[in-house]
């Protein structure tokens, strides 16, 4: 994939008065929600940096509650490299599979956990979460709501993106949309991912942007008529629920597609081998499986490499801008 876009330079954004380098916190005065939007979870996803970036530029203010801007793992984004960019996910570990209490407040260390414990108290104060990512193989905008069904509602009201995912997480560690209300069904909390598009695509940056304005909106957070004037994607004309059935973990270093797959590719037939792992064979588990987001660019054992996942249902236009 040819890298379309390059990474922002966020040096004038590391002081804030938040006590967080890379956090910023903006006060409306009135009574609200607070908001948070976070960009650089993968220290190689640069939408979500350009469009965080781009949004404190232009100046953005919450007119009601407090709006949480972040830029989370730095130390990889200062890693990132043109010639090797997938280096760059993390120093570490995977800052997003570290959101367990029994890892944030356990006696590990590294890198991404010490950053995830500085953020820490700014998720768990937040009642709508949105982290911005991006893909390693080109794929249509996805958003994941976890196991919230929630989630999938206010997603709905966004009206972006097409396709939105409910899933079982990932066996390596609980991510931040997960962690502690925002997976509690009495819970109003609620959290979003995004994933904008393939990493180093353009287009991804304007996903970015137009999904973090229309979360803005629709949070209450953002006055609609500033957002609406930066609006520049038309939004779908229906999104789809697609179900997360099972993960497909690698066991070994040995694993392997049987042909390049694209991302929510549909395999018509049930038992379709899509992928070999020493002696395991991987097949399709029943007709018009969804693959979702298959890749082996990060791949060890304990990884995932692909979901299986059925279409579940498809909505009309219900975004409120
Ligand atoms: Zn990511």
Same mark, same amino acid.
């Given at each position: ?31 609200g929600p607070t908001v ?8 190689? /996803?640069? =939408?979500?940096? #350009? ?8 100046? $953005?203010?919450?007119? !009601?509650g407090?709006? +949480? ?56 104060r937040a009642d709508f979460l ?6 390693? /193989?080109? =794929?249509?905008? #996805? ?5 919230s069904t929630r989630a $999938?509602a206010f997603? !709905?009201r966004?009206? +972006? ?19 502690g209300a925002f997976s509690d069904p009495a819970s109003p909390r609620t959290a979003l ?25 629709a949070t209450g ?7 609406? /004037? ?13 179900? $997360? ?77």
């Open positions: 994939m040819p890298i379309e876009i390059s990474p922002p330079d966020l040096r004038r954004w590391q002081r804030s008065a938040s006590g967080v380098d890379y956090v910023h916190v903006l006060e409306s005065g009135c009574p948070m939007v976070q960009a650089l979870t993968h220290g190689n /996803e640069l =939408c979500g940096a #350009i469009a965080l970036d781009w949004l404190l530029a232009e100046g $953005v203010r919450p007119v !009601r407090t709006l +949480v801007l972040a830029f989370a793992n730095v130390a990889a984004f200062a890693r990132f490299d043109p010639a090797a960019p997938e280096a760059s996910r993390y120093v570490d570990e995977d800052y997003n599979r570290a959101w367990a209490d029994e890892v944030l407040f356990g006696p590990r260390d590294s890198v991404e956990l010490r950053r995830a414990r500085e953020l820490r108290p700014f998720v768990d949105l982290d911005l990512h991006s893909m390693t /193989e080109p =794929c249509e905008p #996805i958003m994941v709501c976890g196991r $999938v997603a !709905r966004l009206g +972006v993106p097409g396709v939105l995912l409910l899933d079982n997480g990932h066996p390596s560690g609980l991510r931040m949309i997960e962690r991912l995004i994933e904008c598009g393939q990493h180093w695509e353009r287009r991804s940056v304007e996903v970015a942007k137009d999904t973090a304005l229309r979360f803005l909106a957070a953002v006055d609609s008529g500033w957002v609406r /004037e930066r609006l520049k994607l038309d939004p779908p004309a229906r999104q789809r629920l697609v179900r $997360v059935t099972e993960p497909v973990v690698a066991r070994s270093m040995a694993f392997r597609f049987v042909r390049r797959f694209a991302g929510l590719e549909v395999v018509p037939r049930a038992g379709t081998l899509i992928a070999i792992d020493g002696e395991t064979e991987w097949r399709t588990p029943y007709d018009d499986c969804v693959l979702i987001m298959p890749s082996v660019a990060n791949l060890r054992p304990g990884v995932t490499t692909v979901r299986f996942g059925r279409d579940a249902s498809s909505f009309g236009p219900e975004g409120a801008l």
